[in-house]
C-alpha cells in the first residue's frame, strides 16, 4: 500500500432501462372487469367463492399503475348501480315488512361495503387522500343516504311509518323495538345530520301536537293531584323510549317538549285548580303530590318560583288569620303551640315533598317573620308560652323532649324584630317562677338562657343571669342567718327572704302593705342581721311578689295548711281578731292597693273549692260594700290546700300601656349609644345613612322607628354631641 493521502472518491450512475417497460393496454379495463365481478358477487352474497389476497392484489397494481381513478370512479358508479336496484326491493315492501326490508338491506350493504374496503383498502390509503375523494366507506354510507333513505319513494314513507308506530306505542300497543333501534341506529350511523333533519325534526313537532291535545283533555277532566301524575308517567315513557331505541342527545329535546306542553303551559292553571291545586296539598299535607309538583316543575322555568309564590301568599294569608283572630288571643299558649304546629307541619313539607329546598326554607322564615310581627303581643305571648312549659308543661318529659321544645321556641323568637319586648315579659315571668319556687326543673331554666345568650350576646341575658345568682346567694343568706339568730328568733314564723338586687329584677316600687305583728316582728330581726353584715345597702320589702304558709282550723276542728299570697296571708291574719270585716275595714288595715286587694279577695271568697272566706252578698266580683266571713263550713279532701290569685294571664291593657312605654324608654339609650358610636367612625353623615346604620345596628334587638331616631338625634344636638351642617342642614357633624 502507498503512503497515506485521503481515499479517491467514486462516482455511481443510475442509468434507465435501455428498452421501455410497455403495460399491456387493456390491462387496466381487464383488471376493473374483475373487480366490478367480485363486487357484484359481494352484493349477491357470493363471496365465499372469491380470492380477496388476488382481488386485493389486483386493486394495488391498478393503483401503482396510475389507474387509482378509474378504479374510484368504478367503485362509485357500480354501488350506485347497485343501491338503485336495492330501492326499488325496499319500495316494493309491502305494509309491515317495508322497515325489515329496509334494514335487512341495510345489514347487507354495511357487510357488502366491509369487503369491498378491505379489498380497496390500498387505493384508501394512498389515492383517496391525495386526490381529496371521499373514503370507501363514508361513499358507501353517502350513496346509501342519497339513494335510498332520500329516495322519493322512501323517505317520507320512512318517517311516517317511524312516526305511527311511536304514536302506536304512546296509546298503549306493543311495537318492536329492536328494529325500531336499528332503523335509528342506522340514521345515526349516516350522520347525524340526517337523524336530526330526516327524523328528529319531524318528531318533536309532532309530539308536541300530540301532548298540546292531550294535555288540554287531561286538565278538563282530572284533578291537579292526577294531572301531574300522568305528566310524570309521560315523562318517564319519554325516557324509556330514548333508551330503548332513539339516540341518546334526543333525550333533553323530547324531555323539554313534554315539559313545555304539559307542564310549562298549564303552570298556573294546576296550582290555582280548585279543591285539589297547591294549596289543597298543603292543607291536606299530600306529601307525595306535593313531591311530585316539586319535581316536575322545577323542570321548566319559573316552575318553583310559581309554588313558591303561591305557598307565601298562602303561609302568609293564614298567619295572618292565626294572629289576629280574636278566639286565638284568649290563650296564649295555645296561640304559641298554633304557630309551632304550623311551623312544624310546613317545615315537614318542606323536608319530605321539596327537597329541604333553601329558597322554600327561606320564603317560610321570611313569612312566619311577616305575620307573627303584625301581632305586637307575640313577643309577650311566646314568652307566656316557655313560661307555662316551665312551670308545668314539661313535668315528666325527658331532657331531649325539652330541648325539642325549647328549639322550636327559639325559631319562634328569632322571628320577632321586638326582642327587647320579649326579653321584658320574660323577665317578669322569670322573676315570679324563680320567687314562687314554680320553675320545672332549673337545667331547662339555664338551657333557655344558654339558647338565648347564643341568640343576642351576653348583653340580653346579664340579668336574667343576675336573678339565678340573687336567688343562690339568698338560700345561703338565710342558712346564716337561722344559724346564727335561731335562738333569738324562737317559736315565732319562718321566715324565707329572696334578696333582690335592684335592676336585674323587674321590680315595680309598690306601696309596702301593713303586715301582721308576728311577721313584721321577724322581718326587723332580719333587716337588722342583713344591714349589719352588708354596709351601704338598702332593703325595702316587695309585699307584692312573696308568698306564705298559714295553718287553719276550720269548723269541726278540721285542719288545713293554705299556701297564699303576702296579700292573702295579711287578709287572713285579721280574721283571728273579728269574725265579719267589711271591704273597707280590710282596706284600711292592710293598705293594700284596691286591685290588688280587690283580686286577692276575689279569690278567698269567690273560687269554689278554695273559698276560705265567705262574702255578702254573693257574686262573682267584689264591690267596696261587701262584707268578709270566715267560712267555718269550708272543706277540701286535701291538707294542703292552695289558693292561687285571681289574675289575668295576659296582661290588661292599661299594663299593656306601661309595659311598652317601659320599653319605649329602655330604647332610648340604645339608639342613643348607636348613633354616637357610628357618627364617631364617620364623623360626617347625612339623616338618612344614619337611620339606615342605627336601624342595621339595633335590628338584632328591635326595629327602631324613624320618627324615634330624629328625635334622639335632636336630643344628642341639644346635648352638644353632634352639630348640623352649616350649609347643608340635613348633614349632622360629630363633635369630639
Known sequence: MSGGGPPRKRNFKIEAFKNRVELDPKYAERTWKVLEHAIHEIYNHNASGLSFEELYRSAYNMVLHKYGEKLYDGLQNTM???????????????????????????MDHNKALQMIRDILMYMDRTYVPTSHRT?????????????????????????????????????????????????TKMLMDLGPAVYQ??????????????????????????????????????????????????????EAKITSVVEKEMIANHMHRLVHMENSGLVNMLVDDRYEDLGRMYSLFRRVPDGLSTIRDVMTYYLRETGKQLVTDPESLKDPVEFVQRLLNEKDKHDKIISVAF???????????SSFEYFINLNNRSPEFISLYVDDKLRKGLKGATEEDVEVILDKVMMLFRYLQEKD???????????????????????????????????????????????????????????????KKSEELGDGPTLDVHILTTGSWPTQPSPPCNLPTEILTVCEKFRAYYLGTHNGRRLTWQTNMGTADIKATFGKGQKHELNVSTYQMCVLMLFNNADGLTYKDIERDTEIPASDLKRCLQSLACVKGKNVLRKEP??????????????????????????????????????????????????????????????????VLDHNSIVAEVTKQLQARFLPNPVVIKKRIESLIEREFLERDKVDRKLYRYLA
Open 135 to 183: 373514503p370507501v366507506h363514508e361513499l358507501g354510507l353517502n350513496l346509501w343516504r342519497d339513494h335510498i333513505i332520500h329516495s322519493p319513494m322512501i323517505h317520507s314513507r320512512l318517517v311516517n311509518t317511524l312516526l305511527d308506530l311511536i304514536k302506536g306505542e304512546r296509546m298503549g300497543e306493543v311495537i318492536n323495538r329492536g328494529l325500531m333501534r336499528s332503523i
Open 421 to 483: 319586648v320579649f326579653e321584658k315579659y320574660y323577665k317578669q315571668h322569670l322573676a315570679k317562677r324563680l320567687l314562687s319556687g314554680k320553675t320545672v326543673s332549673d337545667d331547662a331554666e339555664r338551657s333557655m338562657i344558654v339558647k338565648l345568650k347564643t341568640e343576642c350576646g351576653y348583653q340580653f341575658t346579664s340579668k336574667l343571669e343576675g336573678m339565678f345568682t340573687d336567688m343562690k346567694t339568698s338560700q345561703d343568706t338565710m342558712q346564716d342567718f337561722y344559724a
Open 355 to 365: 327537597g329541604n329546598d333553601k329558597t322554600f326554607q327561606n320564603a317560610l322564615n
Open 80 to 106: 350506485t348501480w347497485r343501491l338503485k336496484e336495492i330501492s326499488k326491493s325496499i319500495e316494493a315492501a309491502q305494509g309491515g315488512l317495508f322497515l325489515e326490508e329496509l334494514n335487512a338491506k341495510w
Open 618 to 683: 254573693m257574686s262573682k266580683d267584689i264591690s267596696e260594700d261587701d262584707t268578709f266571713y270566715f267560712n267555718d263550713k269550708f272543706t277540701s279532701k286535701l291538707v294542703k290546700v292552695k289558693i292561687g290569685t285571681v289574675v289575668a294571664q295576659k296582661e290588661s291593657e292599661p299594663e299593656k300601656q306601661e309595659t311598652r312605654q317601659r320599653v319605649e324608654e329602655d330604647r332610648k339609650p340604645q339608639i342613643e349609644a348607636a348613633i354616637v358610636r357610628i357618627m364617631k367612625s364617620r364623623r
Open 197 to 250: 333533519d330526516d327524523f328528529e325534526k319531524p318528531f318533536l313537532d309532532v309530539s308536541a301536537s300530540f301532548y298540546s291535545v292531550e294535555s288540554q283533555e287531561f286538565i278538563e277532566c282530572c284533578d291537579c293531584g292526577n294531572y301531574l301524575k300522568k305528566a310524570e308517567r309521560r315523562l318517564n315513557e319519554e325516557m324509556e323510549r330514548v333508551s330503548h331505541y332513539l339516540d341518546a342527545g334526543s
